[in-house]
């Protein structure tokens, strides 16, 4: 029997494992490998040409006419851009969802679902359709332009086709990725805990820094990965919001495979960010591990 055990759990996991492999795992090593490879004349990459790591290398330096290297920050500008887009999408997230996440906990069963499925609708509409509906909404001819120019006193403020626009948009798009997270720990909140502290001398500041926010906390880290990772990859909310104006790494990959039919390069972006994303999924873990070894 206890040789059996071994087997009898390699075929369970064995299916499981293939489909990983074939699903995740191959296509990552072909985007590798493409991003090694040259760019071909009539298709996107040429399959015969030598690897090597000057696609990585263009990320950062550019070729001048005599051959010498110089360096070149535009596409660490559109990194950066990507990165301080996405990290602020999920703290505004954060500072909304948790307080949204805490009422509806404290709803009535039936009242409570209500608000779960008010969450959930958008998640039945397309997502380019969405951003199309904020282009209505944020026209310079809108409503909300219209009241936002009315009481700023400095002058006209344009909504649409820059970096605010895209930030309202990814947080309306990935906002109830943090409120369901931060909703499943709330829900199960031990409303005595909050009692208790205000018993012992705690007002609403020193009960929400001690005792909310750490029992939120894997609700924060859960929903802050799923709000983070897509946003550093979105390219339609960039496209629509931001007007071509304000590119993402997303928008940057879309290009390089569609009319610029570089694949290697694409497929090199590709990597870069991938392994960034991974980079902050290690330090949410390490952080995590050390987190709870302190306590």
Do not use: H
């Not at 996440?101 to 209500?114: D, E, I, K, T």
């Not at 960039?238 to 390089?256: F, H, V």
Request: hydrophobic share 55%.
């Amino acid at each position: 029997m206890s040789g059996t055990a071994p087997l009898r759990r390699a075929g369970l996991v064995g299916p499981a494992l293939v489909t990983v492999l074939v699903l995740v795992g191959v296509p990552l090593c072909i985007m590798v490998w493409v991003s090694l490879l040259g760019r071909g004349t009539t298709i996107g990459v040429d399959w015969q040409s030598v690897p090597s790591l000057a696609n990585y290398a263009r990320l950062i330096w550019e070729e001048d006419f005599d051959g010498t290297l110089l360096f070149n920050p535009t596409y660490l500008s559109i990194l950066w851009r990507s990165v301080w887009q996405a990290a602020a999408t999920t703290a505004i997230c954060v500072l909304v969802g948790l307080p949204v996440a805490l009422w509806m906990a404290s709803l009535p069963r039936g009242l409570r679902n209500v608000v779960i499925l008010l969450v959930t609708i958008p998640f039945w509409t397309n997502l380019l359709v969405r951003n199309y509906a904020w282009l209505i909404i944020l026209r310079e001819d809108g409503a909300v332009s219209w009241a936002v120019n009315a009481l700023w006193p400095f002058g006209p403020v344009q909504l649409l086709y820059n970096d605010t626009a895209i930030l309202i948009g990814l947080v309306y798009s990935f906002l109830p990725f943090m409120i369901l997270p931060l909703y499943a720990v709330f829900e199960k909140f031990d409303w005595r805990l909050l009692e208790a502290a205000y018993d012992l001398g705690a007002n609403r500041w020193r009960a929400l820094r001690r005792v909310i926010i750490p029992l939120a906390m894997p609700g924060i880290i859960a929903g802050s990965m799923l709000v983070f990772i897509p946003s550093l990859g979105s390219f339609v909310t960039a496209a629509l919001l931001g007007g071509g104006k304000s590119m993402m790494m997303g928008n940057l990959i879309q290009m390089q495979f569609g009319q610029s039919r570089n694949w290697p390069f694409g497929a090199a972006i590709s990597v870069v960010l991938l392994a960034l994303m991974m980079l902050v999924l290690m330090g949410i873990a390490l952080w995590k591990k050390r987190a709870e070894q302190s306590t």
